[in-house]
């Protein structure tokens, strides 16, 4: 009987240990993910900061064409850029 009573009194200890560890690594795990969203949030920032530069230099570009260019081919990247893309760009 009293080696039941401390068994008892020492599987709390066990239990709480067990628990401890799970949670410890749980705890890890959780962390490295959370490492690795922060990383991608940092890489999508960075790709559409890159993106909207880019963006912003064809605009100028298509809005003012550079001396010699081919009149018919700026006209046809504009109505491609209000057909094609702007569209896929809003869904």
Do not use: N
Not at 6 to 33: F, N, Q
């Amino acid at each position: 009987m009293l080696l039941f009573g401390l068994l008892g009194l020492s599987l709390p200890t066990l239990t709480h240990a067990t628990c401890g560890e799970g949670l410890e690594d749980l705890r890890r795990e959780l962390s490295g993910d959370e490492q690795g969203l922060r990383t991608t949030e940092q890489t999508v920032r960075a790709a559409k900061a890159a993106f909207l530069s880019r963006d912003a230099t064809l605009r100028e570009a298509m809005a003012q064409p550079p001396p010699g260019y081919d009149p018919a081919l700026a006209r046809r990247l504009v109505e491609l850029r209000r057909t094609e893309v702007e569209p896929k760009r809003a869904t």
